[in-house]
């Protein structure tokens, strides 16, 4: 069932959106040549508990962490471990937040140190995908135009669009109706309506868009073993296009919190 929020919650899910973006801002001090990903993960867990919210992820469905860190082949799930990170690696970091119970999803892809131009062009070309969807929506068009444009950049671009993995609705639960493919048909799909909200979240390869699990039942990774990049918003429909939730916030905003 895919609910429509009320201004009051969407009020609520402004605070948690902002909440997300200025842990994923923390974390991004940290990402250098040598930190272990479980140590990025505790300062996510601390800094998230400390502004009296709670990951989002953690516990979820058993998962083990606050958040997910992928690296390099890795295109979402990824365990914090003791693993180090090194000069060259892809690192997406998907962080959820919960905050007076409503969520907010967000995620961003870093190259630590030094990488090749198909690399940059890949994280580059993926945020850029993740905006030609976000420009396709407001009141009255239909999911499937979201896909329709993910799916048109990224192959103009080279890129390969991960087909099992798909954005979704956001809300009271991390996950909620409808799902935001990317890849589609214009014209298609659930119509938006004003209030609903979204986490549009493409996940795109720089070789074949096949994936599989790991043996620990989360790791997704690319079955060529070339890397993947990941970036996503939380956003509000409205009527006339849309709202990031989970984008930057002002000066004034960020020296209240």
């Known amino acids: 069932m895919i609910s429509i929020k009320s201004e009051r919650e969407i009020d609520l899910m402004r605070e948690a959106g902002k909440l997300n973006y200025l842990t994923h801002e923390e974390i991004k001090k940290h990402i250098k040549v040598g ?101 396709k929506i407001h009141e009255g068009a239909k999911i499937g135009d979201i896909g329709a444009a993910i799916e048109e950049f990224a192959h103009t671009h080279g890129l390969s669009v991960v087909e099992e993995l798909v954005g979704h609705g956001v809300g009271t639960n991390i996950h909620e109706d409808p799902d935001v493919p990317n890849y589609g048909k214009k014209g298609t799909g659930v119509t938006l309506r004003a209030g609903m909200v979204l986490a549009v979240e493409p996940m795109l390869n720089l070789g074949s868009r096949y994936v599989y699990l790991h043996d620990d039942d989360w790791t997704i990774s690319t079955d060529d073993e070339k890397p993947s990049a990941h970036f996503e918003h939380t956003v509000v429909v409205t009527k006339n296009g849309y709202e990031i939730l989970t984008g930057e916030i002002s000066n004034e905003e960020k020296q209240t919190k």
């Open 35 to 135: 930190v272990k990903t479980k140590d990025l993960d505790k300062i996510a867990y601390e800094f998230i508990t400390h502004h009296h919210a709670r990951p989002s992820f953690l516990n979820y469905e058993g998962y083990p962490a606050s958040i997910c860190i992928s690296i390099n082949d890795e295109v979402v799930h990824g365990i914090p471990s003791n693993r180090r990170l090194k000069d060259g690696d892809v690192v997406s970091i998907d962080v959820g937040v919960e905050l007076h119970g409503y969520h907010s999803d967000a995620a961003r892809t870093y190259i630590v140190g030094h990488a090749s131009k198909e690399v940059l062009d890949l994280v580059k070309n993926t945020e850029l995908a993740l905006y030609a969807g976000l420009q």
